[in-house]
Structure formats: structure tokens, C-alpha cells
């Protein structure tokens, strides 16, 4: 478990390693923004709530209801990318904005390094998603005894990693954001694997409602994103005060959130409508 869990920050470290291989100014420091960024929600989102389903997975399996088991697994998924699909589509529409604001505190701090930085970030956008499902799964093989399968599935990755940064490396123009487009590529075969592998193992985990839920939760993300956006038209970001620069966010993120609740309850996302009508 412990050797499956640092795979994802062995795939970081692979895609940094290529990174210094550019050696633009501030390529590094961009990349690490973006990185710590992405993973930020990520921690809050899928770690918090996979930390918190596996004990009664594992309880539910120990005691053979596996009904229960994959009900509360598929729940548990979709509370994540209920909260991480839209959050990827935020940092995609927003990435300027939270990159200058979160990190250009003073003026040494150059404008170019807020443009590379946001370009890595809608890459790593991606990851957010699938490395959430990737958590979720692994913890869903945990509870079932079986701490092998995320562990030579994540290993196989690191492999796929270092071949994809090197073709991305040198057979493209996208520079260091195609580092980050690598890890997010290797993140989704590291899902999709775990996906088939689990469903497989346990006959099936509702993947019909899953897709269903999915596309319904991408539309609203979809939503969402263009309102932004025409938000972000109407409002004027370019500020140097510090304390505007969080009021526009506070103001977009609050609205995009808002626009995005109401979205999933039309379309009768059952998690939103459960959180609405409770």
C-alpha cells in the first residue's frame, strides 16, 4: 500500500526530471507551481473522502455483502468527481488567475512564469480527474485484500511514463506543459486499467451508472466553465492588488459553484439531489 501510494509522486519526480531538460528560465519553478496547484484539491477531494470509505469497505467485504461493498464504492466515486470534475475545469478556465494569484507576490516575480505555469496547469487539469479515480480504485482493492494489483498496475505506469515524456520530449512543440500532459495521459491508462481489473474482479461495479453519471457531471462542468467565463469577460482581472485579485476569485469560483450545483440537480445527479434535498 505504501509503494502503490508513492507511485503517483515517482510519476511527478519522472516528469520534473524532463522538465530541467529544457532548461527555459523558470520552467522548473512553473512546473512546480502547477503541480502543487492541481494537487492541492486533490488532496482535500480524493484523498479525504478514499481515506474515509475504507475501513466500511473493508468491513462490508470481510463480512461478504458485496452488494453493500459496491454500493458504497460507487457512491464514494461519485462524491469525488461530483467535487474534482468541475474543480479540473475550474483550474482550466481560471489557471491565470489562481497561478498570479496565489503565487506573484512581488514584482521579481515574472509575468512569463504566470503564463507557462497556467498553460502546465490546464494540462495537469486532466489528472485531477483520473488520479482521483485512481486513488479510489486502489483503496477499493485494498479493502478486498489484494495490495499487488494497484502496485504492478502503478509500476507499469512508471514505465509508460518515462516512454510518453520522451516521445513528448523530443518529437513535440509542447515544450514543458507536455511533461504535465504525459503524467495526465499516464493517470487515465493508471484509471481505466484499475477500472477494468476491479470490475472484472468483483463482477461488475455499476460501470453503466458510472458513464451515466459521468457524462451528466461533465455536461454540468461544461456549464459551468462557460459561465465563467463570460463572467470573467464582465470582471477586470488585471489588477495588482492582492486583495482584488482574491475578491475576483472568491466572486468566480462562488458563481461557478453556484451555476454548477443547479446544473447537476436539473440533469438529476442523484448525489447533488441528495445534498439539495437534505
Not at 507511485?7 to 512546473?31: C, K
Request: net charge positive; with cysteine.
Amino acid at each position: 500500500s505504501l509503494l502503490s501510494s508513492s507511485i503517483t509522486q515517482v510519476n511527478v519526480i519522472i516528469s520534473a526530471t524532463f522538465v530541467t531538460l529544457f532548461r527555459s528560465p523558470g520552467s522548473v519553478n512553473a512546473f512546480n507551481m502547477a503541480d502543487t496547484t492541481w494537487q492541492m484539491p486533490y488532496g482535500i477531494f480524493a484523498q479525504g473522502i478514499g481515506i474515509a470509505i475504507l475501513p466500511t469497505l473493508s468491513a462490508k467485504y470481510a463480512v461478504g455483502d458485496l452488494k453493500d461493498y459496491k454500493d458504497i464504492l460507487n457512491k464514494g466515486l461519485k462524491s469525488i468527481l461530483l467535487l474534482s470534475i468541475p474543480s479540473a475545469l475550474g483550474l482550466v478556465v481560471l489557471s491565470e488567475p489562481i497561478i498570479k494569484t496565489i503565487f506573484q507576490w512581488s514584482s521579481e516575480f515574472h509575468p512569463e512564469y504566470v503564463t507557462l505555469a497556467s498553460s502546465i496547469l490546464m494540462f495537469f487539469s486532466v489528472a485531477l480527474i483520473t488520479q482521483s479515480i485512481v486513488a479510489t480504485m486502489s483503496r477499493a482493492f485494498y479493502a478486498v485484500n489484494d495490495t499487488k494489483s494497484p502496485l504492478y498496475v502503478g509500476a507499469s505506469t512508471i514505465l509508460f511514463n518515462l516512454a510518453i515524456s520522451y516521445l513528448f520530449y523530443r518529437y513535440t512543440s509542447l515544450g514543458v506543459a507536455g511533461m504535465a500532459l504525459a503524467y495526465s495521459i499516464t493517470s487515465t491508462v493508471n484509471a481505466i486499467i484499475l477500472v477494468v481489473m476491479l470490475n472484472k474482479k468483483i463482477n461488475g461495479i455499476y460501470l453503466k451508472s458510472f458513464f451515466v453519471f459521468f457524462l451528466k457531471t461533465l455536461l454540468a462542468s461544461a456549464v459551468m466553465g462557460v459561465s465563467v467565463l463570460l463572467l470573467a469577460f464582465i470582471l477586470d482581472f488585471d489588477t495588482a492588488s492582492k486583495l482584488l485579485q482574491i475578491l475576483y476569485l472568491i466572486v468566480t469560483i462562488s458563481a461557478g459553484a453556484v451555476i454548477y450545483f443547479a446544473a447537476v440537480c436539473l440533469l438529476r445527479v442523484e448525489e447533488a439531489v441528495r445534498i439539495y434535498e437534505t
